[in-house]
């Protein structure tokens, strides 16, 4: 029980609650965020705030999303989540998975960074095995003749620990 309550601010910190507005005039992309179990998803660097992070397959939240991409339904609100995201420069996320046991807390956290390009579609599957191993992989999307295409695209990766410094390196 004394888990869960260190969890939930680190889980509310993290996941987007008092976002800042998204700024206006710069270049934009969109990002689709999927899962095999509940994850928060949330911002490493402070000049990244305005993204709003968010829960995936939490059974006390849900939301629709505010952006349209390719393939995006109603009712899959609490599956995924999609978000306007700054292009043009280097963005990273850190998605979350955790679960208290006896002995403490089992977790497995992926950093991540890319470029998004602007006016472009990604998707990005963070999976986890029975073993507690996460891997996350990303995706570019577009449309051809109806159907939805996925390219693998590099990410960058950074262990869990890693200081602010090096996941943010214009922030000190």
Known sequence: M????????????????????FPEGIPTAMIRFTANAPVAIGMPCE???????????????SEM????????????????IERLI???????FRIMWGKPTRSGIVQCIAVISFRPMPNEQYQ?????SPDAFCALKMYRLSEKNGAIQKTEIPVKRYPAAEKASA??????
């Open 86 to 92: 700054p292009a043009d420069r280097t963005l990273s």
């Open 2 to 21: 004394t888990y869960r309550l260190v969890l939930i601010p680190l889980l509310l910190l993290t996941a987007g609650c008092a976002t800042p507005p």
């Open 167 to 172: 996941v943010c390196p214009d922030e000190t």
């Open 124 to 128: 990005a599957d963070y999976v986890l």
């Open 65 to 80: 999303s505010s952006v349209k991409m390719y393939g995006s339904r109603s009712d899959k609100n609490n599956e995924v």
């Open 47 to 61: 000049r990244d705030r305005f993204v709003k992070g968010g829960f995936i397959k939490n059974p006390y939240t």
